[in-house]
């Protein structure tokens, strides 16, 4: 089927879905949430043909993101009957004002309308932007990498089963079999058929969807995350942070990818650092003066400053200041999130404040920045821009807003 007429069946699917209250949705998702489980012996099946195909051609990390098991697939559909509990965003009365004529004016919440998704080897998005989008009003086309095709296409044949079982339209669900960049390409230029395009996986991707689409972007997913650990930093709180932050799971856009720490306590810092990363046996790559305290560390290339390891890869740079941090951060952050580690309250909130990223921390791992750890419920990803949404993206972010004016034969 070409892209037009998936565009084309998704704008009539995401005419009808505006209207369907929430215990429709919620029924829906139900009936998708219990079809990922019934089904997960078939998931399974298709997943190892990808596993087998990319075995050889991705890092240990990449190829663990591109694993189901029963438990990630259990944890899908627990993801997906979240969603369904979730308020229901639509038709939500953000503000309310009488004008002196009598004119009641409600800016209310309303769907996107279609929204497309590229993503690349990570099946579990797939089930999680579409319960999303469902529950947000949305219709949804999505574009999975080709590493995860057959996990896809067996995923979004299970969530659309499902949803002959609901009274919303199937194509509210629907997945570009084409895994060629020209359809990627092609989607970026979809204005007669999509509303808005989400890509995530890693730079390469994201940025030439930001360069390349005519569609409009929400930026989301590149983490080159930064630790500053202070010099008034407790050093055992900094080790777990650091060792949580980085070897948690190295693969997702919240892991640290760069430590910085003050030169004051580097020397003692950087032995207790290494000392508990060589546990994961993390490659540490470092600046001159951090590689002449740790011989075990290699020399970062200036590059490396700008990069997203998403592997078992850290690197260090020591800093004589916390504005030397702050502006290091600036020039080489994604503006994902970023996290300090002090004592000092004053420095923690001069951080807090001069950085500009998505999420800030203070005493904590940025691998806190997701929608449910926050509270917010399943995320579509993280913006890392300012405009229409930033930080974790729930079903609240997947919403407009139009104006409602309701009056009494007002005339002007």
């Known amino acids: 089927m070409s892209l037009s007429e998936l565009g084309a069946r998704a704008k009539e699917a995401a005419q009808t879905l505006r209207t369907k209250d929430d215990i429709e949705k919620k029924q829906a998702l139900i009936q998708i949430a219990a079809a990922l489980t019934d089904n997960a012996e078939e998931i399974l099946l298709q997943n190892q043909k990808d596993i087998e195909t990319a075995r050889d051609k991705l890092s240990a990390s990449m190829l663990d993101r591109l694993t189901l098991t029963k438990e990630r697939i259990r944890s899908m559909a627990e993801a997906v009957s979240a969603v369904a509990q979730w308020p229901d965003p639509v038709g939500k009365i953000l503000e309310e004002t009488k004008r002196p004529n009598g004119l ?17 080897a990570r099946p579990n998005v797939t089930s999680d932007c579409a319960a999303l989008c469902i529950k947000a009003g949305n219709a949804c086309i999505l574009r999975g990498g080709k590493e995860a095709f057959h996990s896809n296409m067996a995923i979004v044949r299970v969530m659309r089963e499902a949803l002959t079982r609901s009274s919303l339209d199937v194509n509210c669900i629907q997945l570009v079999e084409d895994t060629r960049r020209e359809s990627a390409e092609e989607m970026m230029k979809m204005t007669g058929y999509l509303d808005v395009l989400i890509p995530r996986g890693g730079a390469g991707l994201i940025k030439s969807v930001v360069d390349n689409a005519k569609v409009p972007v929400i930026e989301t997913g590149v983490g080159n995350c930064h630790i500053y650990i202070d010099k008034a930093a407790n050093p055992d709180m900094a080790a777990d942070i650091v060792f949580n932050a980085k ?3 190295p693969s997702v856009c919240n892991a640290a ?25 993390v490659q540490l790559r470092g600046d001159a003066e951090a590689c002449s305290i740790l ?12 990069q997203e390891y998403l592997d078992y890869v850290l690197g260090i740079k020591v800093v004589g200041s916390i504005d030397e941090a702050i502006r290091h951060i600036e020039q080489y952050s994604t503006h994902h999130s970023e996290a300090i580690v002090t004592e000092d309250l004053q420095a923690a909130d001069k951080f807090l404040r001069s950085v500009d990223s998505a ?3 203070h005493n904590a791992s940025t691998r806190f920045t997701d929608g449910g ?3 917010l419920g399943a995320e579509i ?30 005339i002007r």
């Open 381 to 410: 990803g993280i913006s890392t821009q300012k405009l229409h949404a930033r930080g974790p993206m729930g079903v609240d972010q997947l919403t407009s807003y139009k104006y409602v004016i309701k009056g009494n034969g007002q």
């Open 257 to 281: 990818e760069k430590v910085l720490v003050h030169r004051d306590v580097a020397s003692t810092v950087l032995p207790l650092l290494a000392k508990r990363l060589a546990e994961k046996e």
């Open 104 to 120: 009641i004016i409600q800016k209310t919440a309303v769907p996107l309308g279609v929204i497309g998704i590229i993503f690349e």
């Open 373 to 375: 750890e926050m509270g």
């Open 359 to 361: 999420a800030v921390y």
């Open 247 to 249: 070897t948690s799971r």
């Open 295 to 306: 011989p075990g560390a290699k020399p970062a290339a200036e590059e490396e400053w700008s």
